[in-house]
Each structure stands twice: as C-alpha cells, then as structure tokens.
C-alpha cells in the first residue's frame, strides 16, 4: 500500500514562532487532508487539498502532487496549536491512509 | 460538526469478552469507517463500508467484524476482545466522492 511519511516527528516551537510540517507519499493520490488533533484527542479538519494552495487563518497548506508531498505551516504560533497534526492521503479507493503525525509543542 | 456519535465513549472489558462499538451518523452519507489509534501507528483502518450491507477489510481486520444493517449505524464488533486490541477507536464518515472525511470523538477500549 500507499507510504505515507511525516516530518518532523516532533516539534517545539515558542508562541509566536513559525513553523513548516511536511507530508511526502509513495504514489499518486486522488485526495489528502491535513487534520490536528488537539490535547483532547479529537481529531479537527484543517484542510481537504489534493492540489494547490489554500489558507485558513495563520494555516495554510500546499500539496504538490506532482512531486508527491504536501506541507503545512504554522504561522505565530499559539499554545492552542499544539498537538498532533496528521496527514492522510487517498488513492481514489475512498480510503485514507494516515502518516504517523508530526507532535507540536507550542510553549508560552 | 458533522453529525457523528459514538458509543461508549469509553469502555473497560475482560480478555474473551465480546465488544460492540457503534458508530451513528446524521448525515445521511454513504461512506463510513473504523479506525484504531495507536502510539506511533497514526491511524489504521479496520473495515469500511460504502452503503447499506457493503463493508470490506481495511488494513489490521483480523479479530474484528462489523455491520451496517441501516445508513446511519456503523457497528464494530471484537468478538473476543484481546490485551492487544486495547486501543482509541474512531469512526469516520464521507459523502459524495473528492469530499473530506469527518471523525466522531473517538472511543477508548481497554482490554484487561
């Protein structure tokens, strides 16, 4: 099946700072989503992107599936920020493949 | 909110014992799916199902069943919970095609 690999696997930041996570997948998608999921273990959309730029707030997020990664940034950062951030991916079968997550740790 | 609801929120069974999780949706869509959650693993997928009686094995079925007698539920059963399956659950539903997948708030087994 399909690889999907996060990096980094952790991350610290200080509120305020910016950061960049990034997604890279062994083959061809058909859709990927970015997700985070906060302290409380919900799991949130942030971004359903195949393709493209799109931009939410002080996230945004672009997927180049030509080369077959995607990236999130982070921009100033807020201690409601941290978490884990997932990427999944989709090969047209309606099912999503999940990366392992990249842990964000905002401090104050 | 996508309308998603599972049920128990959390749940403490014995090894042997047979479990039941449900997953209910108001959303009317027609694609639904379990997933478990495990330190280091992100999440994988268990079974999905494409409509009403359609289910098919994801990635880590052995040991679990599910069924969908109705559009709305989504039921996953361990029949004979092992220590192995103590894990986070969570549903996740889609409609048409190229749509983003919504997740319920997840439900915490534990298997002693």
């Known amino acids: 099946g399909i690889q999907v690999e996060q990096s980094p696997p952790d991350l610290i930041l200080q509120e305020g700072a910016n950061s960049t996570l990034r997604c890279n997948f062994s083959?061809?998608?058909?859709?990927l989503q970015w997700f985070h999921q906060n302290p409380w273990g919900q799991l949130i959309n942030l971004f359903y992107?195949?393709?493209g730029t799109k931009q939410n707030g002080r996230l945004s997020a672009t997927t180049v599936a030509t080369e077959r990664y995607s990236l999130l940034y982070i921009s100033s950062s807020q201690t409601t920020d941290s978490g884990v951030y997932f990427c999944?991916?989709?090969?047209?079968?309606?099912?999503?493949?999940f990366g392992a997550g990249t842990t964000v740790t905002v401090r104050a | 909110d996508a309308g998603i609801t599972q049920s128990p929120r959390h749940k403490v069974t014995e090894t042997g014992t047979p479990v039941t999780l449900r997953c209910h949706q108001t959303?009317?869509?027609?694609?639904m799916y379990w997933y478990r959650q495990d330190p280091g693993h992100g999440l994988r997928l268990i079974h999905y199902?494409?409509?009403?009686?359609?289910?098919d094995k994801g990635e880590v079925s052995d040991g679990y069943s599910v069924s969908r007698s109705k559009t709305e539920d989504f039921l996953l059963t361990l029949e004979s919970a092992t220590s192995s399956q103590t894990s986070v659950y969570f549903c996740?539903?889609?409609?048409?095609?190229?749509?983003?997948?919504?997740f319920g708030q997840g439900t915490r087994l534990t298997v002693v």
């Open positions: 083959d061809s998608v058909n859709n």
């Open positions: 996740a539903i889609r409609g048409p095609m190229n749509t983003e997948a919504f």
């Open positions: 992107i195949p393709s």
């Open positions: 999944a991916v989709e090969q047209g079968d309606y099912k999503l493949s």
């Open positions: 199902s494409y409509g009403v009686k359609d289910t």
């Open positions: 959303e009317n869509h027609r694609y």
